[in-house]
């Protein structure tokens, strides 16, 4: 380029993509929802996790990772709320794409671990909670973390029924 913008035609899908991927513009962008707004339907979907309301939880955190893919918080509570539906393998998969935007969340990979044990996969999730243990020592204030995740690899050393 020669130092002008390029300008995209966001009536079109090409022209969308070319946003989302050269320009690195948010579908919320592009529908117009501010960032406060994404905020505030961020922790009204918190408060429904809390609260154990997981229907509008998953609904509002689906909608927030559609609009605003990047928000490493939105994907992180995606998955919690679909691994509270037993939803593992969608859950993991969640926790997986969170962990690749900080790669040192022990809770994330303690997380994945509970997935993968519920879908009955052992090894996969004794790696996950061992995964866990070391990066709990990362972060300062994750002994809880770590406690959770050296359970979890005590429950797999006893056999499965």
């Known amino acids: 380029m020669d130092g002008q913008q390029e300008s995209l035609d966001l009536s079109t899908s090409q022209g969308r993509l070319e946003a989302v991927i050269r320009q690195a513009v948010t579908p919320a962008a592009m529908a117009g929802i501010s960032d406060t707004q994404l905020e505030a339907l961020y922790s009204l979907a918190v408060d429904d996790l809390a609260m154990g309301r997981l229907e509008p939880a998953l609904e509002g955190m689906s909608f927030l990772v559609q609009h605003q893919p990047w928000e490493r918080r939105f994907q992180v509570g995606l998955a919690h709320a679909l691994q509270a539906l037993g939803q593992w393998e969608a859950a993991g998969r969640f926790?997986?794409?969170?962990?690749?935007?900080?790669?040192t969340d022990a809770l994330c990979a303690y997380r994945s671990g509970e997935c993968l044990e519920a879908m009955g996969d052992r090894d996969l999730a004794r790696e996950a909670f061992e995964t866990a243990v070391q990066l709990s020592w990362i972060a300062p204030g994750q002994p809880e973390v770590r406690q959770a995740a050296q359970l979890g690899l005590e429950r797999l050393q006893t056999p499965s029924l």
């Open 95 to 103: 926790y997986a794409q969170a962990l690749l935007a900080d790669a």
